[in-house]
């Protein structure tokens, strides 16, 4: 229970215990709040650094997105104002239709073989009637409720989302342009479809360094037109307002009666997004979150291109940070240790050797065989120059002259104990002469001294009997001392 006490009782702690926690504390404890500062801002700064590499990752991938819509629009205004399309459209009767034909044909055949994204192209007169195509399915058909008829019979280019084709039922993406006679007036509207399947394909390219990640593609209500995973295609993100749902069934838009809502309100943000940015989510039914980074495209700016990966991926580089730091911090605490357990042992030796010495001195065994080593200890520590050699240079003088000053105290204590006892005999000798019955025995001496022996007793059996009385009378005194 001592040794309990004396381990969480600082004050009890050996001079080299403390003198180790003092140093290690001295190094760690600055250092621990430094690199824990430190630490926070490279979290930061690093989370930072991923969030802005999926936006840029997003922003590249809406950006090659953006320039394959800008090449298809030239091509669509070159296409409008081609001289065969011009006069086909602008014919007044079906033999002059039929008369440019051939020629109509060979351009749109040599405009589809150009690219091989292309799906179809076909043009529309001005009630939206299908005239000619590279796909003869298209021909007589009226398309007068798409949108893409719509903006472009008012005289604007448009691009759609990817819809599935009311024809082919292919999915694909539809960019129209009006087709304006000589004299400026619209004639009909060019149409040129991409493939859906390839734009998936450009989208869903696999996200550099990330094995689990992906991109996906939402438009300007929110929903999926393009994810590596098919059973999440046409599903909005948040549920679609009733207004937009019915709008969306009405124009046919993604061939289906009903849009699913995933419902997940973290990804809001990224609906009709006008900047790049970052969000976390988690889809239903799934336990592992996701981050996403998500860019607007510039040509179709409701258009957001988002790139998602496990949240656990994201952290990777923010865990390898922190076990840098928190290995940097324990190697340095360990070297500190070491260090203080070091410098603490060296000062506490000549201290531990100087407890031994004074118990020594004061058990009075210093000077004997058993203080021998412990002077040697002393005299090797009395070689340095700092201020430990200083104290045991000090120390070895003191118990020098502690030496002198005990042997002539030795030899004052017999002095005075030989003064002692012959004081002690006197006082004692005093004690029986100057007793009142030895003083009256004195006397009695005396007196019979002056008188003459009687005849019956002679002078020596007198003395005799004189000096047992004498010795009898000091016997009982020392008796009655003691």
């Known amino acids: 229970m001592k040794h309990l006490y004396r381990l969480f009782y600082p004050p009890a702690w050996s001079i080299a215990a403390k003198i180790s926690v003092a140093l290690v504390s001295a190094a760690l404890i600055p250092m621990s709040f430094t690199t824990s500062y430190n630490l926070r801002q490279s979290l930061e700064r690093v989370k930072d650094g991923e969030y802005r590499k999926l936006e840029l990752s997003a922003t590249s991938i809406a950006s090659r997105l953006d320039q394959l819509i800008i090449d298809i629009q030239r091509v669509l205004i070159q296409l409008s104002s081609d001289r065969n399309i011009v006069n086909f459209l602008a014919a007044t009767t079906s033999r002059e239709q039929e008369a440019f034909r051939p020629n109509l044909q060979q351009t749109l055949f040599n405009v589809f073989r150009s690219n091989p994204d292309f799906d179809a192209v076909f043009m529309l007169n001005s009630q939206g009637l299908c005239v000619a195509a590279t796909d003869r399915q298209f021909i007589g058909q009226n398309y007068a409720f798409r949108e893409y008829f ?109 849009i699913q809502s995933l419902d997940i309100p973290e990804l809001k943000v990224m609906v009709k997004a006008k900047n790049p940015g970052h969000t976390t989510y988690r889809f239903p039914r799934q336990e592992m979150p996701r981050t996403v980074g998500y860019a607007p495209l510039g040509k179709q700016p409701w258009w957001v291109l988002g790139i998602s990966q496990p949240k656990a991926q994201f952290t990777v580089p923010l865990q390898h940070l922190i ?70 240079r000090v120390f070895l003088q003191m118990t020098e002259q502690v030496k002198m000053r005990d042997q002539k105290l030795k030899m004052q204590v017999q002095e005075l104990r030989i003064e002692i006892d012959e004081t002690k005999r006197a006082n004692q000798v005093a004690e029986i002469t100057e007793n009142e019955h030895f003083q009256q025995l004195q006397k009695k001496i005396q007196k019979l001294r002056e008188h003459e022996v009687t005849i019956s007793e002679t002078e020596t059996e007198f003395y005799q009997r004189l000096q047992t009385k004498v010795q009898s009378m000091k016997e009982r005194v020392l008796n009655s001392e003691a």
Do not use: C
């Open 323 to 392: 076990w840098l730091h928190g290995s940097s911090v324990l190697v340095v605490g360990a070297i500190t240790a070491v260090i203080a357990l070091f410098l603490a042992r060296k000062i506490s030796r000549p201290i531990h050797a100087l407890t031994g010495a004074a118990q020594a001195l004061e058990n009075d065994n210093f000077f004997d065989s058993h203080g021998l080593e412990l002077h040697q200890n002393l005299r090797k520590v009395a070689h340095s120059q700092d201020d430990i050699g200083q104290l045991v």
């Open 150 to 258: 719509h903006s472009s019979i008012r005289g604007e280019p448009y691009v759609s989302s990817i819809l599935v084709g009311e024809t082919t039922k292919r999915p694909g993406m539809f960019l129209s342009h009006p087709v304006r006679s000589l004299s400026g007036s619209i004639v009909g509207v060019m149409v040129l479809k991409i493939r859906g399947k390839d734009i998936r394909e450009m989208v869903n390219t696999p996200v550099k360094g990330a094995s689990q990640g992906y991109a996906f593609l939402i438009d300007q209500q929110g929903v999926i037109i393009s994810h590596p995973d098919q059973s999440l295609l046409y599903h909005s993100l948040m549920s679609l307002p009733p207004d937009i749902l019915k709008q969306v069934v009405a124009d046919r838009r993604y061939g289906l009666e009903q």
